[in-house]
């Protein structure tokens, strides 16, 4: 079991309101995360809310791509190494930036949740802070896939039969 894991959420958005219990479900998405893969060590990470504009800001400036994505992860540590939070000893895994408007806007597509979306998005984005990658495809988008439906299971928030998983 992960040790303790500090979530620090902030919104950046007026344009939804985030619904109650959503600050819960995230922090248990990332606990679960953690104790998935046997992180022991405690942790800070940070999500924060953002529109469109504010994604598309982000995703030109660290990604040199113009358009709206649903979530944007910034790892701080490599290859396990993070930097510690000197007052605590809490490794610093990162910073998630979700798009509220856009992940809104999937769950109605892929017909679940905006819980499940953004539980999804979260998990998705903690498995990068932990060091994987699915950009190339191939095994190690397959076994991100999987270790995602894991913690989502976990959470309760399994994938309906019409869950489409696109990138």
């Known amino acids: 079991m992960a040790n303790k894991v500090k979530v620090i959420i902030t919104d950046d958005q007026q344009e939804i309101k985030v619904p109650t219990g959503i600050r819960l479900l995230i922090r248990r998405a990332c606990t679960a995360v953690l104790v998935q893969e046997d992180f022991r060590d405690p942790v800070e990470v940070s999500v924060r809310f953002v529109d469109n504009g ?3 800001a982000l995703n030109q400036t660290h990604r040199g791509i113009g358009e709206v994505t649903d979530v944007l992860s910034f790892p701080l540590g490599e290859n396990g190494v993070y930097d510690i939070n000197r007052a605590t000893g809490a490794k610093l895994l990162g ?3 979700l798009c509220l408007p856009r992940a809104l806007e999937q769950a109605r597509l892929y017909g679940h949740t905006l819980q499940r979306e953004l539980a999804f998005l979260t998990v998705h984005s903690m498995l990068h802070l932990l060091g994987y990658d699915h950009e190339n495809g191939g095994l190690e988008s397959v076994r991100m896939r999987e ?7 976990q959470l309760g928030l399994p994938r309906g039969h019409n869950y ?4």
Do not use: A, R, S
């Open 54 to 56: 504010g994604i598309k």
């Open 95 to 97: 910073d998630i930036v």
């Open 147 to 153: 270790k995602e439906e894991q913690v989502l299971v």
């Open 164 to 167: 489409i998983l696109e990138d």
